[in-house]
């Protein structure tokens, strides 16, 4: 019989639940451990974080997968308040759940959402190098939605406070290496506005005389 202070078992456990994919039951069977209320979050936060991994990687739900990230962080910080001892693993862990989240959110389109899971993320470590990551891409998913050098000007707008935004929520080297292709684009977009606003003083002025 499965112990639930039993921590080898309970691994073993989850190893079976990745095997054959069976989450929801393996949630359950988590909830069901309420003599030990804190490893039982533990092991429902995993079980949510491998479910969200497998509608992103295989089912390719990335709004589910954001989904169930959530969840995994939410019963993850749970588990830290029932058991201060796991407070330090908890709080390293949940960046790496928020950039995840993140992730998903971008895959989905969802990018208002992505950002705010992303830069949560970087609050909480500064130096987080896949939330950094996911960052750029986020910024990448913005300029091919929105239409690249062709998109309109409120979008340029938007993808320029996206990166004053990151520019100003970190002042160390990795971030400012990752918003180096940014600010080229920003420049870019500066540089073309500059010149479309000359052409038509140029063009007023030559009216007029």
Not at 26 to 42: K, M
Not at 55 to 78: V, W
């Amino acid at each position: 019989m499965l112990a639930p202070t039993d921590t080898t078992l309970l691994e073993r456990h989850l190893e079976l639940v990745q095997d054959t994919e069976s989450f929801d039951v393996a949630v359950d069977f988590y909830t069901g451990l309420v003599d030990v209320p804190a490893l039982s979050r533990w092991y429902r936060s995993r079980a949510h974080e491998f479910a969200a991994r497998q509608l992103q990687t295989r089912k390719r739900d990335f709004a589910g997968a954001a989904a169930e990230f959530q969840k995994a962080e939410r019963d993850f910080a749970e588990c830290a308040k029932l058991d201060p001892t796991q407070k330090k693993a908890v709080d390293a862990w949940i960046p790496s759940l928020r950039a995840l989240r993140g992730h998903a959110l971008t895959l989905a389109e969802k990018f208002p959402e992505a950002g705010a899971a992303l830069f949560s993320a970087i609050d909480l470590d500064h130096g987080h190098a896949d939330a950094l990551r996911s960052l750029h891409e986020l910024q990448d998913a913005m300029w091919k939605k929105f239409g690249g050098d062709a998109m309109p000007k409120e979008k340029k707008e938007e993808l320029r406070a996206f990166g004053a935004a990151r520019h100003g929520r970190a002042g160390q080297r990795a971030e400012l290496e990752q918003l180096g292709p940014l600010r080229a684009r920003l420049g870019k977009y500066e540089r073309a506005t500059s010149r479309t606003g000359a052409r038509s003083s140029s063009s007023r002025r030559t009216r007029r005389s």
